[in-house]
């Protein structure tokens, strides 16, 4: 559970981070998509964690890779637009936020799911065909030898 100065420390943290990729976003990763779901500030303030929803982008990895090897120009981004702040600007990590991709997968089951359900009631309301009567032939009498 976070304390209520982790999460303050961690909004003011986001705000700044997320003026940083409006502004110099291209810079850093590219044409991709970003965009910061979430912000987790450890309990000595030494560490941020950043988790990202990455979207237009073939691998996501290489996209935190890229933030990664940008991490120093970062935390001169931050340490400027928060130095009235924050005394110390903390480590930085980037981590991929994929509970969007999740979701997304989840609906699809569950369409999946009511589309079958939709289809096997349809195939249940139809009216039973009617039976029409076979007839047989009687079997032939043998001959008696």
């Known amino acids: 559970m976070d304390t209520r100065r982790q999460l303050r ?14 502004r110099d976003g291209k810079n850093i990763y590219g044409t991709a998509f970003v965009t910061v779901t979430n912000v987790k500030v450890t309990s000595d303030l030494t560490l941020v964690r950043f988790y990202l929803s990455i979207y237009n982008a073939t691998d996501k990895e290489e996209v935190i890779g890229k933030f990664n090897f940008k991490k120093f120009d970062i935390k001169k981004l931050l340490a400027e637009k928060l130095r009235h702040q924050l005394r110390r600007i903390p480590e930085l990590e980037f981590f991929v936020d994929d509970t969007q991709d999740y979701v997304t997968r989840i609906n699809e089951v569950f369409n999946k799911i009511k589309e079958e359900d939709e289809n096997l009631k349809a195939e249940l309301e139809k009216p039973a065909p009617k039976k029409t009567a076979v007839k047989r032939k009687a079997p032939a009498k043998k001959k008696a030898s």
């Open 9 to 22: 420390i961690a909004s003011v943290i986001k705000d700044a981070f997320s003026e940083i990729l409006v």
